[in-house]
């Protein structure tokens, strides 16, 4: 018996020594390593914590005019068991007050411009809608309308509804609708929910636009007031910057519509046209159709959201020709008057047949003849003569082996074939723009090398970013030399010989002095060329002489005609009178 009582005992203790064991070890927790988590605890209890939105910062076009800007909007929502009226009874009274913005932001149409029957269905929807967020059992709290403006915030107030509250929030708006949608991109939400720029501007700079929340800290007492002398804290916001784009407001309306024009009249599936300054680098305008609306991005496939201008690879035909040519004057292997000696009919290389566009030949043409006649021939023997090496490093020169580094999100770029993978027909097939993949930047940019002398110079959109008080320019950025400028004189001329003599001359304008080329090029499927599709474009720029643009306009699978001669050229003539009249460039 007395075993069992000490057995027992000894158990009892045991199980109190345990227990004791476990509160010291929880008492040494919460007081030495997890101290630092109870003071946070503590302290959470008693002090209040709220976070000020930035403003995004503003879009602005070069003459100021805001592209994109942001506005104080609010979300309605509903502490539930607060409210004094039934929920059809809010129900009813919200729904009058916010059934045009809920059409406007589910339809694109106001309340006027339906029909009475629809309306009337269309609003017991949206009432349904409303009551059954209110009416969720063992929620507390409903989210009931995003991005109220103010005005309706203050009809809501003065239904004097306990239990409805309204949180600040911004919503992004477009003065000049969908215009430049594909390079501005368009603000969304993060995986926690919070606002962030996507492709283009928006995503680009992202940082500099989003500012930093404020945030302000304050102790409280038990009935959630604050307490006079507690302690405080106070991070101001601050606004995200602005920034100020080389995009010329003007320019682009008349571009986006040429563009549709000439999208319409060509039947093509696509086409983008991007103009710069060949002087700065900065882009004046850049329009890329199909398009979206910002403001719902969400409504359209991810595929529009791209910028084809700068995220789409292409082989550029015969426009490519001219970087070509430009690199075997500039290393001395021919001469403007240089005669090509096998340029008498079509050209064998290894089990490939080399011909014309046209099959059509020009015995001893001359290299200002081939680039006018746009000879595939002429153009071998121009790479011939410049051999593989000294052809690839004219090409990294003038950029094609890496990005541009345009400040726009989702630039892509092909890599340049290394030297010691190049064939004799590698260096054949792209002498003429065959077998090279390309952006329709990178394209513009050493075009635009030409325009200015020789100088490859970075694109880039913004102008100045305005911090504050500050304004930081963006100064124009010299990448290299790529030709001399004696070599982009002679290019030059050879280039307005081809507009003025060439395939395209019907479509030139009279009494101003051009400098462009075509390329139609084929497109690339499953290891063979489509011998319908191409991809129809035009470069050039203007005058000539002293340069106020460069210009290279894009059509994707135009089926009224399958030549850039016939499709691009034209609409990048009619772009350019355009711009003769809003630049006040006369006539020679």
């Not at 071998?380 to 004219?394: A, E, H, T």
């Not at 081809?498 to 479509?507: L, P, R, S």
């Not at 080329?517 to 991809?535: C, F, L, M, S, V």
Request: aromatic content about 10%; proline content about 4%.
């Amino acid at each position: 018996m007395t075993m069992v009582v000490t057995r027992r005992i000894n158990i009892l203790f045991s199980f109190f020594l345990v227990f004791v064991l476990i509160i010291i070890s929880r008492l040494f927790y919460w007081q030495v390593l997890g101290s630092q988590r109870a003071k946070e605890l503590a302290w959470n209890q008693y002090r209040s914590k709220k976070e000020v939105l930035p403003f995004r910062g503003e879009i602005l076009a070069a003459d100021n005019f805001p592209l994109v800007v942001s506005r104080k909007m609010y979300l309605l929502h509903a502490s539930l068991p607060q409210l004094n009226q039934s929920v059809q009874e809010i129900a009813d009274q919200l729904s009058l007050i916010l059934f045009d913005l809920h059409l406007k932001e589910k339809t694109s149409s106001s309340a006027s411009e339906i029909s009475d029957s629809v309306k009337k269905d269309l609003l017991s929807q949206f009432k349904n809608q409303l009551m059954e967020k209110m009416d969720i059992p063992d929620l507390a709290w409903a989210s009931l309308q995003h991005k109220v403006p103010r005005s309706e915030k203050e009809k809501i107030e003065n239904l004097k509804i306990s239990g409805l509250g309204f949180d600040e929030e911004l919503d992004r708006f477009y003065p000049e609708a969908s215009m430049a949608a594909s390079l501005l991109g368009f603000v969304g939400k993060d995986k926690s929910g919070q606002d962030k720029g996507y492709f283009g501007l928006e995503g680009y700079y992202d940082l500099e636009l989003k500012g930093r929340p404020g945030i302000l800290t304050q102790e409280k007492d038990v009935a959630n007031n604050p307490i006079l002398f507690g302690s405080f804290f106070n991070q101001e916001k601050q606004d995200g910057n602005t920034l100020v784009l080389h995009l010329d407001r003007a320019v682009q309306f008349m571009v986006e519509n040429k563009l549709k024009e000439g999208i319409d009249k060509y039947k093509a599936k696509s086409g983008y046209v991007i103009i710069m300054d060949p002087d700065t680098g900065g882009i004046i305008a850049m329009a890329s159709l199909p398009t979206y609306d910002q403001k719902k991005y969400f409504d359209y496939n991810e595929e529009i959201y791209k910028n084809p201008a700068i995220a789409d690879l292409y082989e550029p035909g015969s426009t490519f020709k001219i970087f070509v040519m430009a690199a075997a004057l500039d290393k001395g292997v021919v001469d403007k008057d240089t005669k090509c000696d096998i340029c008498s009919g079509s050209f064998k290389i290894d089990k490939y047949t080399i011909k014309t566009w046209d099959d059509k030949y020009h015995p001893d043409a001359t290299m200002t003849e081939v680039l006018q006649h746009s000879d595939n021939v002429g153009m071998v023997f121009v790479g011939q003569r410049l051999g593989i090496n000294d052809l690839w490093d004219y090409l990294d020169n003038f950029g094609f082996s890496d990005k541009t580094d345009i400040d726009l999100q989702e630039e892509i770029s092909a890599l340049l074939k290394k030297k010691n993978k190049w064939s004799n027909v590698d260096l054949a097939t792209i002498s003429f723009g065959q077998g090279i993949a390309t952006t329709g930047i990178q394209i513009l940019t050493a075009t635009s090398a030409i325009a200015n002398g020789g100088n490859l110079l970075k694109p880039h959109m913004v102008k100045t970013i305005i911090s504050g008080n500050k304004t930081i320019e963006i100064k124009p950025r010299v990448i290299k030399r790529v030709i001399k400028p004696e070599t982009a004189k002679v290019i030059s001329d050879m280039m307005v010989n081809a507009v003025d003599n060439g395939e395209t001359k019907w479509t030139r304008l009279p009494g101003y002095k051009v400098a462009g080329k075509t390329g139609t090029a084929q497109i690339p499927i499953a290891g063979h060329y489509d011998t319908e599709k191409t991809i129809a474009s035009f470069v050039g720029f203007a005058p000539a002489d002293k340069p106020k643009f460069v210009m290279l306009v894009t059509l994707r699978e135009p089926s009224s005609s399958p030549w850039a001669s016939e499709t691009a050229a034209p609409l990048f003539f009619k772009i350019a009178k355009e711009l003769f009249t809003y630049y006040g460039i006369q006539p020679d």
